[in-house]
């Protein structure tokens, strides 16, 4: 039986688990309340980090033009 | 050094091959209009403010054309890209002291746990985190206070979704090494958020 120490590792390596691992750390996250809730944190923290993520990287299609253009022409004169 | 121009190779296959060769990869115009959104956003999301991803991405194009003898056509042009883009973001934002060294995160991730690995007291109520984690304002602190491999890691694997392969190579770590920066980067965001809500109730 996995220890709630050893199951937050898991949780938090991003890792893709064998058949029993995965079963073994389901049967944990079922009984256990505790690693339930973090468990159900980490997957909040992903869902606000997607959006935070995306605002911060929206772009202006016009600035990324430009961008490219800067860089082409610096490369042509480096050539 | 030569003052004439050469042309842009408009080398349009070079995009359409899964792994371009070097030969292939020249000074190479649909080159860059193909990468260069996506590298500009990368910098974007490693936190550097507007001027200075431009800036970014504009040096790590430099150094890409400086470089593409080295690069032997082993990763996709990608992986490589964004290798490059890593190393500058590591030479332009030297790290900063203040951030919690990793073993410090190690033993507060290791201290909620009792010498049998149970919890000593419960996580923060789902309900209450999901509520600081819709603060942006409050991630975006806690993001702040990763190391820049964590981030360069987290950003490319929970939101680009590159290949377990192509983030290894392109911070240089291994498989296993990967997994441990990606532990560490979530206890930290985890426990900075859960940290800043307790800081709230005391107030």
């Known amino acids: 039986m996995l220890t709630c120490k050893e199951v937050v590792r898991l949780l938090g390596s991003g890792e893709k688990f064998t058949l029993g691992r995965r079963a073994g750390l389901l049967m944990h996250l079922f009984m256990c309340k505790h690693c339930a809730r973090y468990s159900r944190q980490l997957k909040i923290l992903k869902q606000g980090l997607v959006v935070l993520f995306k605002s911060k990287t929206e772009v202006d299609p016009k600035v990324v033009k430009e961008l490219e253009e800067k860089v082409i022409h610096t490369l042509c004169k480096k050539s | ?203």
């Open chain 2, 1 to 203: 050094m030569s003052t004439q121009k050469k042309p842009i190779i408009k080398s349009v296959s070079s995009l359409e091959a899964d792994k371009p060769t070097v030969s292939t990869l020249r000074l190479s115009e649909p080159l860059v209009r193909e990468y260069t959104a996506a590298l500009f956003k990368g910098a974007l999301g490693l936190g550097f403010l507007e001027q200075g991803a431009r800036d970014l991405v504009q040096s790590v194009w430099v150094t890409f054309f400086e470089i593409q003898s080295k690069f032997e056509g082993r990763s996709h042009v990608r992986t490589f890209l964004f290798g490059i883009l890593y190393n500058k973001a590591r030479e332009k934002r030297r790290e900063d002291k203040r951030l919690i060294p990793d073993e410090d995160i190690e033993q507060l991730v290791d201290s909620h746990f009792d010498e049998r690995g149970r919890w000593r007291s419960p996580p923060l109520d789902p309900e209450k985190f999901l509520q600081a984690a819709q603060t942006m304002k409050l991630i975006e602190e806690c993001l702040d206070g990763l190391p820049l491999a964590q981030r360069m890691a987290f950003c490319l694997r929970e939101i680009d979704e590159h290949g377990t392969s192509d983030i290894c190579k392109i911070l240089d770590v291994t498989v296993t090494n990967l997994g441990v920066i990606l532990f560490r980067a979530k206890a930290r965001l985890r426990e900075c958020i859960e940290h800043k809500v307790k800081d709230r109730e005391d107030l």
